[in-house]
C-alpha cells in the first residue's frame, strides 16, 4: 500500500492505540487523538521511530474543539485516507429505571454525537477527492441487547445505523465505510464502565477475552483490501463468546 494517512480518534489506549501501532508497522502515517496529553506524548515518542506521526488532544464531544482541532492540521497531514472512529466508552452498567442522565448523555454525545463530528469534519475532503475510507467502531452491543446495557447498546445500534447510512450517501465518491464490531476486548472500557469500581476487574476473568492487537490486525486488514473490496460489516468474537450473554467460562 503506498503511504497514506490515517486518523485515529481514542487512540491513547486499548483498540485505537492498538490500532496506531498495527498502522506505524504498515508505514501508515497517523494522526493520533486523545484527551491525555502525557499518553499522546508518549505514543507519539515510541511510534515516530517508525513513521510520521502527529497528535491531536481534542474531546470529540465537543463540537467546536473537534472542527478547530481538524482544521488546525498541517498541510503535510491535511489530507486524511482513513478515519478510524474509535473513541468510545460505556459507562455505567444499570437497569432503565435507574440510570444515571449524565452516563446517558456522555454515552450519546461520545459515542454517537462525537462520531457525527469527526466525520463531519473530514468527509467534505474525502468527498472532494473522491477517495478515501470510514471505519466505524461499532460492537456486538450494537447488533443484540443486553441486560442493563440500554443506552450503550442504543448508542452502538446508531453506530451501526449510522455506518450503513454512510455506506449508502458515501457510494457515488467511492468512499468506503466499514464497521468492527467487536465483543469483549480486554482494554480499560470496564474501568471507565465501573468507574473505577473493582467490578471491573472480574470482566475478563476465567476466559481469553480479545486483545485489542487482536481487533487491530482486523482493522488493519480491512484497510490494506484492493481497491475493489470493502469489508461492509465485521461481528467478532473470542472463542468463549457465544453472544453478549453466554461467555464460556473455566
Ligand atoms: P478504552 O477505554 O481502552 O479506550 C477508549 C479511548 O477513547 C481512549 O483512547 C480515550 O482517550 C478515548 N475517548 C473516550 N472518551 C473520549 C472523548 N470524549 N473524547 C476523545 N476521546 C475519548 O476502550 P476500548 O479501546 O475498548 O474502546 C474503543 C472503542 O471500542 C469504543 O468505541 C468502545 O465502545 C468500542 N468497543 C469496546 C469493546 C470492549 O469490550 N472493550 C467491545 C466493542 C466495542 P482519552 O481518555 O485520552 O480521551
Ligand atoms: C463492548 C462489549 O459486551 O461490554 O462494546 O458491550 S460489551
Known sequence: MSQKTALITGATSGIGRATAHEFAKHGIKLILCGRRQERLDTIEKALSK????????????????????????????????????????AHGLDPIQSG???????????NVKGLLYVSKAIIPNMTERKSGHIIN?????G?????????????????????????????????????INPGLVETEFSKVRFKGDAKADTVYTG?????????????YFAVSRPAHVNLADVLMFCTAQASSTIVKKE
Open 50 to 89: 517508525q513513521t510520521k506521526v502527529f497528535t491531536l488532544n481534542f474531546d470529540v464531544s465537543d463540537k467546536n474543539a473537534v472542527f478547530n482541532a481538524i482544521n488546525s492540521l498541517p498541510d503535510e497531514f491535511k489530507t486524511i485516507d482513513i478515519l478510524i472512529n474509535n473513541a468510545g466508552n
Open 100 to 110: 444515571n442522565l449524565d452516563d446517558w448523555d456522555k454515552m450519546m454525545d461520545i
Open 137 to 141: 467502531i461499532g460492537s456486538s452491543a
Open 143 to 179: 447488533k443484540e441487547v443486553y441486560p442493563n446495557g440500554n443506552v450503550y447498546c442504543g448508542s452502538k445500534h446508531a453506530v451501526v445505523a449510522i455506518t450503513e447510512g454512510m455506506r449508502i450517501d458515501l457510494n457515488p465518491f467511492g468512499i468506503k465505510v466499514t464497521a
Open 207 to 219: 476466559y481469553k477475552a480479545l486483545q485489542a492487537d487482536d481487533v487491530a490486525e482486523v482493522i
